[in-house]
C-alpha cells in the first residue's frame, strides 16, 4: 500500500509539471490599454462636470448675496415706515385725547366677555355646549 501511494504521488506530479493547470488567464494588453483610456475619457468629463458644477454654484452664491442685500435694503425701508406710522399714530392720538374721543385699542369682544352670563355660558361650554358665545346671548337674553 505505502509503495501504490508513492507510485500514485509521483505520477500525480510529473502530471503536474507536464501539463500545468491555466487557471488564470491573463487579458491581452490592448484590452488594459483601452480601460486606462476609458478610465482617463471618464475622468476628463468629471472634471468637467465638476468645474461646470462650481462655476454654477459660484454664480449662485452671488444671487443670492444680492438678494440678500436687496432683502437687509427693504427690511430698513419697512422699518423705517413702520416709525413714520407710529408716530402718525401718536399725533392722532393725542389729538382725539384733546377733543375728548375715546382712544382705547382694546377690542370690543374683551368688554363683552365678563360678568355672569359670561360665567353662565362658561358652565355651558364646560357641560358641552357646542355654542359660540354670540349665539348663546340670541337665546339667553
Same mark, same amino acid.
Given at each position: ?19 500545468? $493547470?491555466?487557471?488564470? %488567464?491573463?487579458? %491581452? &494588453? #490592448? !484590452?488594459?490599454? @483601452?480601460?486606462?483610456? %476609458?478610465?482617463?475619457? %471618464?475622468?476628463?468629463?468629471?472634471? !468637467? ?6 462655476? *454654477? ?8 448675496? &444680492? ?8 427690511? $430698513? ?5 413702520? @416709525? ?6 401718536? &399725533?392722532? &392720538? *393725542? ?28 358652565? /355651558?361650554?364646560?357641560?358641552?355646549? *357646542?355654542? #359660540?358665545? !354670540?349665539?348663546?346671548?340670541? /337665546?339667553?337674553?
Amino acid at each position: 500500500m505505502k509503495h501504490v501511494l508513492i507510485i500514485f504521488c509521483a505520477l500525480f506530479l510529473m502530471g503536474e509539471l507536464i501539463f500545468p $493547470v491555466k487557471a488564470l %488567464n491573463s487579458p %491581452n &494588453v #490592448d !484590452e488594459i490599454e @483601452e480601460m486606462l483610456k %476609458n478610465v482617463e475619457s %471618464n475622468m476628463k468629463m468629471a472634471s !468637467e462636470v465638476t468645474s461646470v458644477a462650481k462655476k *454654477q454654484g459660484e454664480k449662485l452664491v452671488e444671487t443670492k448675496v &444680492v438678494e440678500k442685500a436687496e432683502l437687509k435694503e427693504a427690511v $430698513v425701508n419697512a422699518e423705517a415706515k413702520v @416709525e413714520i406710522m407710529e408716530k402718525k399714530n401718536e &399725533v392722532f &392720538v *393725542q389729538r382725539m385725547v384733546e377733543i375728548g374721543l375715546d382712544t382705547t385699542t382694546a377690542p370690543a369682544e374683551e368688554a363683552k366677555l365678563a360678568g355672569p352670563l359670561y360665567d353662565d355660558w362658561l358652565a /355651558y361650554r364646560k357641560n358641552g355646549g *357646542q355654542s #359660540d358665545f !354670540e349665539y348663546y346671548l340670541l /337665546y339667553k337674553k
